[in-house]
């Protein structure tokens, strides 16, 4: 392949990127709050679990 069309090629793949990267960022962020939340879920489900005492009225 011609070398000026390949250094075209990579540098509007990095522009993309580039563009692209807030949107990758928010996603990550999105994605970490998740979990946290479903940790959580899950932490509370297991002491449950090992504790039904506590939770006895609810």
Do not use: H
Not at 1 to 23: A, D, E, S, Y
């Amino acid at each position: 392949m011609n070398p000026l069309k390949t250094i075209w090629l990579k540098v509007g793949q990095g522009f993309t990127r580039i563009c692209l990267l807030p949107q990758a960022i928010a996603n990550l962020s999105k994605q970490r709050q998740q979990r946290m939340v479903l940790n959580d879920l899950e932490v509370e489900r297991l002491d449950r679990i090992r504790n039904p005492e506590k939770y006895r009225g609810k």
